[in-house]
Each structure stands twice: as structure tokens, then as C-alpha cells.
């Protein structure tokens, strides 16, 4: 019977190394930093152990062929003898016998090092890989420091093959966008987060890519005041504007000086004095078009007016942007009885799309993507940067597996595109 508990023993003891090791390299670091900041018991041992894997890994190795080969030497010898003895008293010839003997205990062995030795720890240790990791951390760093030498010799020689083959043994373990994005994509699946909540995480990070161009309102929809007109042309356009700011130039929109704030001038407004409009222009910032759109947030949260003037390189304005156009970015457009919709799915699963729709929105609701390193920012840039040319009205162009036609021109900016599978329309 020594033999047998003996051999059950190291069947648990290899599953506590498979265990550690699922454990610990399935652990998310973030986790075990949290963990380790509340004072989580085997936490700081987890997180060396994760900062140095190729220790780990030996240490794991070392004792999982150790009990390979002390299961093999001593219980299955042992027990492989013992059986063949029984089969010998039950009449079995010797070569019978033995083989049986020793079959069966290895078959045996074999059957319980696999399920009570491998799957049923490693299983244990993916439901909550954090806590097991640290739990066991703490023994494995003593086995590690025991084993010292032959941990060495082993990461040692793992680091030697891999720069044999140009390879780094550190693993790449930086976060990409398209994870991220998957992973919330798992979470809502799942429940954890809502369906809104999803849709502004991704919205976040579109923002971080898109340049200032792509969230910000182009200069042909912005309205000012121009102070080269008569006081009664600046009353009737402070009037009519449904805006709060509004920028304030001398006779071109590329002589912006500042901008104005509707409240300040409510009250001359209405009781029909001067309106001194000078004395009423705040700075503001004025911001390449070539910066992104943090960077453009960031300038409006120091700002004393949270409005940018947006130039380009030539110093011609382009447009504008405030924390509505940010919040516009994250969270989707806000109704407005001025606003159209971007996006219209309509009955034949065709789309009617804003040509000013944002292009990486528009991607995400087509399921499409984008050239990193493309240089315009809406679904109607999309189109002529395809045609190279600005489009007329009917002109289409095919895009992984959509086909956008122009159907509305305004002037010769493109208002409308209808959006079609290709596959359905051959269908």
C-alpha cells in the first residue's frame, strides 16, 4: 500500500505544478497589482513570478520531470511488480502476467496523471486564475530558490536557443486597441456592461486616433460675426444664431480675432443699447489642424472659453471645435432640429449615409476596415480618396464589399451616399 499512496502523492504534487503554472501565466497583471496595492496575501510573490517567467517555467519543468521520472522509478516498478505477482498466483504464466502487471499500472497511472495530474487543476486554475496564482506563488518562489543551479542552466540554455533563432524570449504582452475592443465586445455579450457603454468605450477609442480634422465643425458650417458689417447685420445674426459662441472675425474668416459669448450681450440685445462688440472678444485658442483630438481636448479644458480655432498650415481657418464636438465623438450625435442623421439602414439592408459621417463610425457599422495611415476623415474622403477626383451625382465606387454610390451633391461637397453589399445586389 506504500507504494500506491506514494504514487497518488505524486499525482497531486504534478498537479499542483500544472496548477501554478496555468495559473500564473493566465494571470492579467493589473489584477495582481491591484491585489498587491489591498495587501493580497501571495500577491507580490505572483507578480515576481509573472515578471520573470523564464525562472518560473524551469522551476515548473524541473519538478513536473522529476515526479515523471520518480512515478515511473519507484510506484510504477513497484506496483507493476506486485500486480504481476497476483496475476502469477491466479495462474497466468510469467510473461502474461508481467505484462499485464505492468500494463495496467501504467495505464492506470497513466489515465489519473492526466485527469487528477493535468486537466482538473488546470481547469481549477482558469475559474480564478489571480487568487490560485496567488496562492501558490510563495511555494513556488521556495522551490525556485531550492532549485537554484537547475533553474539557472535551464533559462539559461531557453535564452541561448532563442537568440540562436533571432528570437527574444520576452513575450509581447502590450494590450492592443483590437483586444481591448474584443474583450468589451465579450463583456457585453456576457452582460457585464451595457450596450451603451460599449458604444462609448469604442467611441474613446476612436478618439485617440482621429485627428482634430475628424471631430471638429468644418469652416463652410460655421457661423460668425463679422465686425466689418453694421451693428443692425450683427444684431440680426446674434439673433438667429441658436449657438452660445460664436467667433468673431474682420471681413474674412481667416482673420478670426476671438469670440464672443451670446450671454454677454443679452442684455444690450434687448434693451437696444450699443453693442460695443470689441469690448466683449475673448482669446481663444488657435490650433494646427495636424494635432489629434486629445491633444485638442486637453488645450479646451485649459482654455477660458471652451472653443478652439482650428487652422491649417497656410494659417487659413478650417473650422472650430468645443467639448460638444468631443462628447459628439464619444458618445454619437445629439438630435437637433438642424442635425440629419449620419446613418440610415433602410428595408433592403442598404445604407443612406451622411457624406460628413465620421469615417471610422461608419466603418464600424459597415463591419469595414480602414487604412491606418489614411489621410481623410469622413465616408464622403473615403470615396474620393477611392476616385481620386472629386465625384458627381451616380458615380459609384466598390469598397471591401460595399459599393457607395454619390446620390446627393451639395455644390460639390458630397452630402449623400447609398451604401449596398455587393454580394446581394450579384445575388
Same mark, same amino acid.
Given at each position: 500500500?506504500?507504494?500506491?499512496?506514494?504514487?497518488v502523492?505524486?499525482?497531486?504534487?504534478?498537479?499542483?505544478?500544472?496548477?501554478?503554472?496555468?495559473?500564473?501565466?493566465?494571470?492579467?497583471?493589473?489584477?495582481?497589482?491591484?491585489?498587491?496595492e489591498?495587501?493580497?496575501?501571495?500577491?507580490?510573490?505572483?507578480?515576481?513570478?509573472?515578471?520573470?517567467?523564464?525562472?518560473?517555467?524551469?522551476?515548473?519543468?524541473?519538478?513536473?520531470?522529476?515526479?515523471?521520472?520518480?512515478?515511473?522509478?519507484?510506484?510504477?516498478?513497484?506496483?507493476?511488480?506486485?500486480?504481476?505477482?497476483?496475476?502469477?498466483?491466479?495462474?497466468?504464466?510469467?510473461?502474461?502476467?508481467?505484462?499485464?502487471?505492468?500494463?495496467?499500472?501504467?495505464?492506470?497511472?497513466?489515465?489519473?496523471?492526466?485527469?487528477?495530474?493535468?486537466?482538473?487543476?488546470?481547469?481549477?486554475?482558469?475559474?480564478?486564475p489571480?487568487?490560485?496564482?496567488?496562492?501558490?506563488?510563495?511555494? @513556488?518562489?521556495?522551490?525556485?530558490?531550492?532549485?537554484?543551479?537547475?533553474?539557472?542552466?535551464?533559462?539559461?540554455s531557453?535564452?541561448?536557443?532563442?537568440?540562436?533563432?533571432?528570437?527574444?524570449?520576452?513575450?509581447?504582452?502590450?494590450?492592443?486597441?483590437?483586444?481591448?475592443?474584443?474583450l468589451?465586445?465579450?463583456?457585453?455579450?456576457?452582460?457585464?456592461?451595457?450596450?451603451?457603454?460599449?458604444?462609448?468605450?469604442?467611441?474613446?477609442?476612436?478618439?485617440?486616433?482621429?485627428?482634430v480634422?475628424?471631430? @471638429?465643425?468644418?469652416?463652410?458650417?460655421?457661423?460668425?460675426?463679422?465686425?466689418?458689417?453694421?451693428?443692425?447685420?450683427?444684431?440680426?445674426?446674434?439673433?438667429?444664431?441658436?449657438?452660445?459662441?460664436?467667433?468673431?472675425?474682420?471681413?474674412?474668416?481667416?482673420?478670426?480675432?476671438?469670440?464672443?459669448?451670446?450671454?454677454?450681450?443679452?442684455?444690450?440685445l @434687448?434693451?437696444?443699447?450699443?453693442?460695443?462688440?470689441?469690448?466683449?472678444?475673448?482669446?481663444?485658442?488657435?490650433l494646427?489642424?495636424?494635432?489629434?483630438?486629445?491633444?485638442?481636448?486637453?488645450?479646451?479644458?485649459?482654455?477660458?472659453?471652451?472653443?478652439?480655432?482650428?487652422?491649417?498650415?497656410?494659417?487659413?481657418?478650417?473650422?472650430?471645435?468645443?467639448?460638444?464636438?468631443?462628447?459628439?465623438?464619444?458618445?454619437?450625435?445629439?438630435?437637433?432640429?438642424?442635425?440629419?442623421?449620419?446613418?440610415?439602414?433602410?428595408?433592403?439592408?442598404?445604407?443612406?449615409?451622411?457624406?460628413? @459621417?465620421?469615417?471610422?463610425?461608419?466603418?464600424?457599422?459597415?463591419?469595414?476596415?480602414?487604412?491606418?495611415?489614411?489621410?481623410?476623415?469622413?465616408?464622403a474622403?473615403?470615396?474620393?480618396?477611392?476616385?481620386?477626383?472629386?465625384?458627381?451625382?451616380?458615380?459609384?465606387?466598390?469598397?471591401?464589399?460595399?459599393?457607395f454610390?454619390?446620390?446627393?451633391?451639395?455644390?460639390?461637397?458630397?452630402?449623400?451616399?447609398?451604401?449596398?453589399?455587393?454580394?446581394?445586389?450579384?445575388?
Open positions: 500500500m506504500l507504494e500506491l499512496a506514494v504514487a502523492a505524486l499525482i497531486a504534487l504534478n498537479g499542483v505544478f500544472a496548477l501554478s503554472e496555468l495559473a500564473v501565466v493566465s494571470s492579467r497583471r493589473a489584477r495582481l497589482t491591484a491585489m498587491a489591498a495587501r493580497k496575501s501571495g500577491a507580490l510573490a505572483a507578480l515576481a513570478l509573472t515578471e520573470n517567467p523564464g525562472r518560473f517555467l524551469s522551476t515548473v519543468q524541473i519538478g513536473i520531470t522529476l515526479i515523471g521520472i520518480l512515478s515511473g522509478a519507484v510506484s510504477g516498478a513497484a506496483l507493476g511488480e506486485r500486480l504481476a505477482g497476483v496475476f502469477l498466483d491466479l495462474g497466468l504464466g510469467k510473461g502474461v502476467a508481467e505484462t499485464l502487471g505492468y500494463g495496467l499500472v501504467i495505464g492506470v497511472i497513466t489515465y489519473l496523471s492526466v485527469i487528477i495530474g493535468e486537466l482538473v487543476p488546470k481547469h481549477l486554475a482558469l475559474r480564478n489571480e487568487a490560485v496564482a496567488c496562492l501558490v506563488a510563495p511555494g @513556488m518562489r521556495l522551490i525556485s530558490r531550492i532549485a537554484l543551479p537547475a533553474v539557472w542552466l535551464l533559462d539559461a531557453t535564452r541561448a536557443v532563442f537568440r540562436l533563432i533571432g528570437q527574444e524570449t520576452a513575450s509581447a504582452s502590450a494590450v492592443t486597441e483590437e483586444e481591448i475592443r474584443t468589451v465586445a465579450e463583456a457585453e455579450t456576457a452582460g457585464v456592461i451595457e450596450t451603451g457603454e460599449r458604444q462609448m468605450i469604442a467611441g474613446v477609442l476612436r478618439l485617440g486616433d482621429r485627428a480634422r475628424g471631430v @471638429m465643425t468644418p469652416r463652410t458650417d460655421v457661423r460668425w460675426i463679422d465686425l466689418s458689417r453694421d451693428e443692425a447685420d450683427i444684431r440680426a445674426a446674434l439673433i438667429d444664431s441658436p449657438h452660445a459662441r460664436l467667433p468673431v472675425g474682420e471681413g474674412s474668416p481667416d482673420n478670426m480675432v476671438g469670440v464672443v459669448q451670446v450671454r454677454d450681450l443679452v442684455r444690450p @434687448m434693451a437696444g443699447e450699443p453693442l460695443n462688440l470689441p469690448r466683449h472678444i475673448r482669446k481663444v485658442p488657435v494646427p489642424d495636424t494635432i489629434d483630438a486629445l491633444a485638442a481636448l486637453a488645450a479646451l479644458q485649459e482654455a477660458e472659453v471652451p472653443l478652439a480655432l482650428i487652422h491649417d498650415e497656410y494659417g487659413h481657418f478650417d473650422g472650430l471645435v468645443t467639448p460638444a464636438d468631443i462628447l459628439d465623438a464619444i458618445a454619437g450625435a445629439f438630435r437637433s432640429e438642424e442635425a440629419e442623421p449620419e446613418a440610415v439602414q433602410r428595408a433592403d439592408g442598404s445604407w443612406l449615409i451622411a457624406g460628413w @459621417m465620421p469615417a471610422d463610425e461608419m466603418a464600424d457599422q459597415l463591419g469595414i476596415r480602414l487604412d491606418p495611415s489614411r489621410h481623410y476623415e469622413t465616408a474622403g473615403l470615396v474620393i480618396d477611392r476616385l481620386q477626383r472629386l465625384p458627381e451625382t451616380g458615380e459609384s465606387c466598390d469598397i471591401a464589399g460595399w459599393r454610390e454619390v446620390v446627393d451633391l451639395d455644390g460639390r461637397r458630397v452630402d449623400k451616399l447609398l451604401v449596398s453589399r455587393i454580394e446581394s445586389e450579384e445575388a
